[in-house]
């Protein structure tokens, strides 16, 4: 029993060909699949190019194949996923489609398909939690313009800021300014502006904030209250999304964290239990998944025909196999 | 005796022919000619335009030209500021031409040519300062991606943050968000997203600081912290300018607040006051000059050929011709 897993990403899209026990025959990788970025025929095609690679990859399995999951970022107008699903059961007919958004296989690599909340903090940042009663809620996820509190993005922008208000006498001195000095191959401070304003700029600055991180490995003051202030937000958005009346989950809340950002969830961490703590929010079960978000689209697909995993064993082979 | 005086923003740029009396006997406005914007030849283009056609609509005055100054936004390079120049200087041999940045006419229509502080808060934001000895200086102006505090970006900024704070229940309940909806005609803060990113972002967001102060005037708690905040960005600018070691000015020095924001300087006031004084910066003199900044290139132009204003007399006059 096989089943295809797909994350469709803002810039790239996964798309996998896995067995129950976790093994994975096939995997294939292409460009965004998110129909606001590149329209939906493209998008559309974009699909259909990556289940054609796995169909080519091991034909075998792919006859076999019982079930396809796909989680798509952009896919919020229901005619889109709707055009996303009939592409994919045109050519997978007679199997179980499901179209959803990609924060739900995100949640569902470190749930294993429960409900939950899950923080993601990438470029950008949401915080999305599908309840029991399969209702689903988001906080914050407005953008890099107006909020993306905690994202990859915020941190590098914290992390300029702070090397701007150094250059105008206005803030303490950082290590962070050091770094960009270094990274950007410029000897000013004002000498970066022109290489982060451009069509790319938010890209640009989110991946700054791995500077932030390294001077907050160094122990620089201000690179450790950016990351502070930061996880806050994360616990303050978590908390946000718990608190919305309509929520419910009983026991202990799963809260899964990924994106980019998550990648050093050392120094993020401890901050955003005691933000949830300092709100009172003690029942939760705060994750950072071993599993990427595809493996929750995989999850999804076995879900989607009544198979229960074994988590571990299927963890486990999976990431034996997982590039 | 006639001088031209040019004013070349982010958006248009005004050319005015004046008497010493203050007298405006033709004025021109084109769009933009910053050369970063539009590229070299066409702002080259757009400043001939505007000299030219003050010459057809008062051809006596313009043969009496003595001098032309213009305060021109996007001339750091040294290149560009010659070919500006050189235009100008071509076009009108034997006089006195100057081209300087912008920054120092906005200064000039609230010190009539003295040194000192200029706050500008329009889209952006920048404080400059020209000391005694002819030095300059500049502390923020870093873009809306990182910076520009007390700008109209950022009140405006921060007024959408708030509404979609409220959405979430992660914030005070704001009449922001009720104005907001209004202003775009959506029902939900959400809807607001699409019309707010865009190629025209930041001036869209800008132009939201007119919300927010709307709010502020009905005493809405969350806009008055806005203002209040962002004011208090615009003191720790000025102090910041002030205290820069190489900085000189005897007595009192002019703070001059000017640019869109400073329309409703009422509000904004009190605080950026306070903030100078909390630094211990009590030898100022803040003014929002009556003038607008291409009158502050006007001036310029005459004391570039020594002549002095009666500085009442020039201003009322000017402002009885000024459209």
Not at 62 to 85: C, D, H, Q, R, T
Not at 89 to 98: D, K, S, Y
Not at 114 to 133: A, H
């Amino acid at each position: 029993m096989f089943v295809i897993g797909i994350d469709g990403g803002g810039t790239k899209t996964i798309a996998i060909l896995v067995s129950s026990t976790g093994e994975i025959v096939a995997q294939a990788t292409g460009g965004t699949s998110n129909p606001n970025s590149i329209g939906i025929d493209e998008a559309k095609n974009e699909l259909l190019k990556l289940v054609h690679s796995l169909s080519i990859q091991n034909p075998k399995a792919y006859k076999n194949v019982v079930s396809v999951f796909a989680g798509l970022s952009g896919i919020e107008s229901p005619k889109y996923k709707e055009e996303m699903k009939q592409i994919l059961q045109n050519q997978l007919p007679e199997i179980a489609v499901t179209i959803d958004n990609d924060a739900v296989i995100a949640l569902f690599s470190g749930t294993f398909g429960e409900p939950g909340v899950v923080q993601i903090s990438g470029t950008g940042s949401v915080t999305y939690g599908l309840d029991s009663k399969g209702n689903r809620h988001r906080v914050g996820g407005w953008g890099y313009l107006i909020g993306d509190e905690g994202s990859g993005y915020a941190i590098g922008r914290a992390g300029l800021h702070a090397a701007f208000l150094e250059k105008d006498n206005r803030g303490p001195s950082t290590e962070i300014s050091t770094l960009l000095l270094e990274y950007f191959q410029v000897k000013q401070i004002d000498s970066m502006i022109p290489l982060i304003y451009g069509e790319r700029a938010r890209t640009t600055i989110a991946s700054l904030s791995k500077i932030v991180m390294l001077a907050a490995d160094h122990r620089d003051q201000v690179a450790l209250e950016i990351i502070k202030y930061q996880s806050q937000q994360l616990g303050e958005q978590i908390t946000a999304l718990i608190q919305i009346s309509t929520f419910q989950l009983e026991g202990k809340i799963p809260v899964v964290l990924t994106g980019g950002v998550m990648n050093r969830s050392d120094l993020l961490l401890n901050d955003i239990v005691k933000t949830l703590k300092d709100h009172g929010i003690n029942q939760v079960e705060v994750t950072v998944p071993k599993l990427p978000p595809v493996a929750g689209a995989v999850i999804a697909a076995f879900q989607a025909v009544n198979k229960n995993l074994d988590k571990i064993s299927f963890q486990n082979r999976f990431l034996e196999d997982y590039v």
